[in-house]
Antibody
Framework: EVQLLESGGGLVQPGGSLRLSCTAS????????MSWVRQTPGKGLEWVST????????YYADSGRGRFTISRDNSRNTLSLQMNSLGAEDTALYFC?????????????WGQGTLVTVSS | EIVLTQSPATLSLSPGERATLSCRAS??????LAWYQQRPGQAPRLLIY???NRATGIPPRFSGSGSGTDFTLTISSLEPEDFAVYYC?????????FGGGSKVQIK
């Protein structure tokens, strides 16, 4: 069974940094692209970033480009998102998502999310 | 950026009724359109991908259709667990985008 467990969320001041992690199990981690998707309170879903299975390719939404860095450690089955220069607009529930097998850019499995709150 | 517009924003129906949800893209996404269901307090769940393919474990009362810019998700007969929010998502181009969601609520 695929399991994705996010951690690292919390309260951070505007301009601060936070590093999110996602620990994966139940599948061969390095065979799948992984993504971060966020959801603002009471609102919809926004794709944040995707990294290929090998880690050689990364993609970002404009909202995070230059501030966010996605990475993975395939030896530890871990996905990360380093977030810098955070603003109130980054307050959201951040989900880790696994690619649907054999189908690029679809989110076949999701974690339960980790909440990031940016406030002074 | 491809904008996805979902309608209606809210649909009020009774169990056993048919639900029809729409997703319109600002430009062609070919057939690369997916649908997700999100129940309160839960993560989204993939229902349909590439317009009409049900994901593993999704019951046949869920069906998808469409291509190009106009897509439909149909729930043939609503079960109590189907009252939720539904999102469409395109994977044709970066950035990957979602629609704003359609809420199916109990009438």
């Amino acid at each position: 069974e695929v399991q994705l467990l996010e951690s690292g969320g919390g309260l951070v001041q505007p301009g601060g940094s936070l590093r999110l992690s996602c620990t994966a199990s139940g599948f061969t981690f390095n065979n799948y692209a992984m993504s971060w998707v966020r959801q603002t309170p009471g609102k919809g879903l926004e794709w944040v970033s995707t990294i290929s299975g090998t880690g050689s390719s990364t993609y970002y939404a404009d909202s995070g480009r230059g501030r966010f860095t996605i990475s993975r450690d395939n030896s530890r089955n871990t996905l990360s998102l380093q977030m810098n220069s955070l603003g109130a607009e980054d307050t959201a529930l951040y989900f880790c998502a696994k690619e649907l097998g054999g189908t690029n850019n679809l989110f076949g499995s999701w974690g339960q999310g980790t909440l990031v709150t940016v406030s002074s | 950026e491809i904008v996805l517009t979902q309608s209606p924003a809210t649909l009020s129906l009774s169990p056993g009724e048919r639900a029809t949800l729409s997703c319109r893209a600002s430009q062609s996404v070919r057939s690369y359109l997916a649908w997700y269901q999100q129940r309160p307090g839960q993560a989204p769940r993939l229902l349909i991908y590439d317009a009409s393919n049900r994901a593993t474990g999704i019951p046949p009362r869920f069906s998808g259709s469409g291509s190009g810019t106009d897509f439909t998700l149909t729930i043939s007969s609503l079960e109590p667990e189907d009252f939720a929010v539904y999102y469409c998502q395109q994977r044709t181009d970066w950035p990957l985008t979602f629609g704003g969601g359609s809420k199916v609520q109990i009438k």
